[in-house]
C-alpha cells in the first residue's frame, strides 16, 4: 500500500527537482511516474539521443528514496516523426488523417510507427532498465485515450484484410458469416473489403463487430511489442499500462494478460459529469463522484490484472476536461486513496505533482500549485499517509463470493446495434454492479473467459454472445447464475441464431425468445412479483418469451419476466432498482451470501481481516459497524466524504 505522484521533470527548471523530490519524500510518497510524454526531449532529432536530463532527474529521485515507473513515450510522437511520416497517423471515421499539435495521433496499425516505438523502446530499456531507480515501466499512456483505439488508415484497412483471411480463411465463409446477401453486400476476395466508414447508412453489423475484434487486436499487439522489449531488457521490473474509466473499445482482458499489473486512472467528478447519469444525480454526488464508480473500475481492473493493480493517476483536485469541473469536497482525496486501497491497490498515484501554467492543462489541479506551494490534496495525501503506516500492511483482496461477467465485446455488439437508443452492455452491467454493491457484497469483475467455478454467485447481465464453450462452461455451474435480457440472442457472427434466443443454452434454459421490444427512457414497464404480488419496474427493454416455464414474476400482460430453471434466474428486461435489488438479494439468499443493505451513498469493501465504510452521500451517514466495532480508520459516524475501518466482518 504505497503512495505515488505522476511527475513532469520535463517541465520544470532542473534547479526546482531535488527540492521537488525532497517533498515527495516527505510528503509520504514513495513512486515517481515520469516520462511517458517526453519523446521530443528524448530524441529531439531523429536518431539522436538526449538521455542527460534523464539520467539526471533519476539519480535525483533515487538518491531522495523515490521509486520510479518510467513511461514510454508514444503516446506522443513528435513533429520531426510526423513528417517525416505522415502515413503513421490515424484517420478518422471522415477518412481525415488526426492532425498533430496534442496526443495519441499515431495509428496502431502503422507498421513504420511500430518500429520506430520498438527504437525508442529499446533505447530507453537498454539505458535505463538496470537502473536501480526503474523499478516499473509504463507503456505508452491511455491506449485509446480521445477516441483513439480505431483508425480508417490504409495500413489498417491492409491488415484487417489479413486478419480477415485468417479468421476466415475463405471468402464464402466470410460472405456467409457476414449475411452479405443482404443488399448485395458479397465480396468476391478480401482484397475488396474496406474498413466500414462512410457507408450512406449503418454498415454491416458482422462487419462492424470483426473491425472491432481486429482493433482491439490491434491495440494488444502495439501494446505487446513493447512489453516484450521491456522484459527482454529490463528483467524483473513491473511492467504496468494505465487504463481509462468506462471505456470499452478494446478488450482490456487481452491486453491485461501481457502485464504484470493493471492500473487505472480515477477521475471520479468527470466521470460523474460526463457520463449517462441524471441531473439529480450530478447534483446530489457532485463533489464526491457517484458511489460506485471509482470501486467499479477498482474490481474490473484488478480483474485485468489477474489480482495486481495500481490507480495511477488519481484526481487530486478540479480537473480541466469535463463538461464542468467542480471541485472536490474536503476529504475526498484521502477517502478515493482509502477506497482504492480497500478494493485492493497496491499504490494509488497522484496525477500531477504540480498544475502547469502553460498548454491544455493550465486548469487542472495538481498536489501543488503553479508557484510550488501546496495544494488542497497534498494535505490529505499527508494524512493518508501517516494513516497508511498506523493500520500496517494489509494482505491483497480475497476472491469475493459474487463474480459479475463483463465483456468487451458485449458492448462493443450493443453499439453497434443497440435497438434501442442508450442501450449499453456496459451501463447495463454497471447498474447491476450499483445492485450488488449497494446490498453490501464484494465483487470480483471478471471476463467471460475466466474460471468461474467456485464464485457463490455469478452475474452475468450482459452475455449478447454465447459460443460453445462458454455455454458449456455456465452450464456446468452449480451456483446460482443471473442471465440479463439478450443473452445468447446472437451467434458469434453477429446472426439470430437459428434456433432463436438463447439457444446456445436452451438445453439448460427451455424459452425461446419470440419478439422483442424496445422502449423510451421515460416508459416504466410494470413487472408483478408472483410470490406476493408486490409490483416493480423493468425499463427500456422487453422479451416476449414462449416456455413452459412458469415466471417467478410477470409483465401486466402475463408475459414472464423473470425465469428461474435450474442454476439459471433469466431476465426479460432491463431491471430499475427495486426489480434488481429484489433479484439479487433472492439469488445471494439462495447462494449463502449474506447481504448488508446500506444507506443511500455508504459502500462496503473488506481487505485483509478489515471492514472500511465510505460515504458519497452529500449528508452524514451511520457506519453500518457492529456496536463494538474496534475502529482502525474514523469511526460510528461516516462524514460526507468520509472514511471509517475497522477489525473483522
Ligand atoms: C489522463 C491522462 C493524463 C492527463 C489527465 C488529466 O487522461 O493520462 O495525461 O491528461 O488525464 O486528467
Not at 107 to 124: G, K, N, P, Q
Not at 357 to 379: I, K, M, S, Y
Not at 463 to 472: G, H, K, R, S, Y
Request: net charge negative; with cysteine.
Amino acid at each position: 500500500m504505497d503512495l505515488g505522484v505522476c511527475y513532469y521533470p520535463e517541465q520544470w527548471p532542473q534547479e526546482v527537482w531535488a527540492e521537488d523530490a525532497r517533498r515527495m519524500s516527505e510528503m509520504g510518497l514513495t513512486w515517481v511516474r515520469i516520462g511517458e510524454f517526453a519523446w521530443s526531449r528524448l530524441e529531439p532529432e531523429p536518431g539522436l539521443y538526449a538521455f542527460e536530463w534523464l539520467d539526471r532527474a533519476l539519480d535525483i529521485l533515487h538518491a531522495a528514496g523515490l521509486k520510479v515507473v518510467l513511461g514510454t513515450p508514444t503516446a506522443t510522437p513528435p513533429k520531426w516523426l510526423v513528417d517525416s511520416d505522415p502515413a503513421m497517423l490515424a484517420l478518422g471515421p471522415d477518412g481525415q488523417p488526426r492532425r498533430f499539435g496534442s496526443r495519441r495521433h499515431y495509428c496502431f496499425s502503422s507498421e513504420t510507427y511500430r518500429a520506430h516505438c520498438a527504437r525508442i523502446v529499446t533505447a530507453l530499456a537498454e539505458r535505463y532498465g538496470g537502473h536501480p531507480a526503474v523499478l516499473a515501466w509504463q507503456t505508452d499512456n491511455e491506449y485509446g485515450c480521445h477516441n483513439t483505439t480505431i483508425s480508417y488508415s490504409a495500413a489498417a484497412a491492409r491488415r484487417f484484410r489479413l486478419w480477415l483471411q485468417t479468421r476466415y480463411a475463405d471468402i464464402a465463409a466470410l460472405n456467409r458469416a457476414w449475411g452479405a446477401v443482404f443488399w448485395s453486400q458479397e465480396y468476391r476476395s478480401f482484397d475488396e473489403i474496406d474498413p466500414p466508414s462512410q457507408t450512406v447508412t449503418e454498415a454491416n453489423p458482422s462487419h462492424r463487430l470483426d473491425y472491432n475484434r481486429f482493433a482491439s487486436d490491434e491495440v494488444a499487439g502495439f501494446n505487446r511489442l513493447q512489453t516484450d522489449i521491456l522484459r527482454r531488457l529490463s528483467p524483473g521490473r513491473d511492467v504496468i499500462h494505465n487504463f481509462m474509466g468506462f471505456y470499452t473499445e478494446f478488450d482490456h482482458f487481452a491486453v491485461g494478460a501481457d502485464l504484470d499489473v493493471a492500473s487505472w486512472d480515477s477521475y471520479p467528478l468527470g466521470f460523474l459529469e460526463d457520463f449517462w447519469f441524471s441531473a439529480d444525480e450530478k447534483r446530489r454526488y457532485l463533489r464526491q463522484g457517484h458511489p460506485d464508480v471509482s470501486a467499479f473500475h477498482h474490481d474490473l481492473y484488478r480483474g485485468c490484472g489477474r489480482g495486481r493493480w495500481w490507480v495511477m493517476e488519481q484526481q487530486p483536485g478540479p480537473v480541466n476536461w469535463a463538461g464542468h469541473n467542480p471541485a472536490p469536497l474536503p476529504g475526498m482525496v484521502r477517502m478515493w486513496t482509502w477506497e482504492a486501497l480497500a478494493h485492493g491497490a497496491e499504490v494509488v498515484s497522484y496525477f500531477r505533482w504540480r498544475q502547469a501554467p502553460f498548454a491544455q492543462e493550465q486548469f487542472h489541479a495538481g498536489l501543488n500549485l503553479p508557484d510550488r506551494t501546496e495544494d488542497v490534496g497534498a494535505g490529505e495525501v499527508r494524512q493518508v499517509s501517516r494513516e497508511i503506516a498506523d493500520v500496517g500492511r494489509l494482505s491483497p483482496c480475497a476472491r469475493a463470493a459474487t463474480a459479475l461477467v463483463f465483456s468487451y465485446e458485449a458492448d462493443w455488439l450493443t453499439k453497434i446495434q443497440p435497438q434501442g437508443r442508450g442501450y449499453s452492455a456496459l451501463r447495463l452491467v454497471f447498474e447491476v454492479y450499483c445492485g450488488l454493491r449497494r446490498l453490501g457484497l464484494d465483487v470480483d469483475i471478471v471476463d467471460p473467459a475466466a474460471d468461474l467455478t467456485g464464485y457463490q454467485m455469478v452475474v452475468a447481465p450482459a452475455l449478447p454472445i454465447v459460443d460453445e464453450a462458454l455455454a458449456a462452461r455456465l452450464m456446468s455451474l452449480t451456483a446460482p447464475v443471473l442471465l440479463g435480457p439478450r443473452t445468447a440472442s446472437k451467434t458469434v457472427d453477429f446472426q439470430i441464431p437459428p434456433g432463436l434466443p438463447p439457444e446456445a443454452l436452451r438445453s439448460m434454459l427451455p424459452m425461446r425468445v419470440t419478439r422483442v421490444e424496445s422502449l423510451r427512457g421515460d416508459v416504466d414497464l410494470a413487472v408483478r412479483v408472483v410470490a406476493d404480488g408486490s409490483v416493480v419496474h423493468g425499463k427500456a427493454w422487453r422479451e416476449f418469451i414462449d416456455s413452459p416455464l412458469v415466471p417467478l414474476a410477470r409483465f401486466d400482460d402475463g408475459g414472464g419476466a423473470w425465469f428461474r430453471h435450474g442454476h439459471f434466474d433469466y431476465l426479460a428486461t432491463w431491471p430499475q432498482d427495486a426489480l434488481l435489488q429484489r433479484i439479487l438479494a433472492d439469488m445471494a439468499e439462495r447462494a449463502g451470501i449474506v447481504c448488508v443493505p446500506l444507506d443511500e451513498g455508504v459502500r462496503l469493501r473488506r481487505r485483509g481481516g478489515l471492514t472500511f465504510a465510505f460515504n458519497s452521500a452529500p449528508e452524514e451517514r451511520p457506519a453500518p459497524a457492529p456496536q463494538d466495532a474496534d475502529f482502525v480508520i474514523g469511526g460510528p459516524t461516516l462524514a460526507p466524504g468520509g472514511v471509517s475501518a475497522w477489525r473483522g466482518g
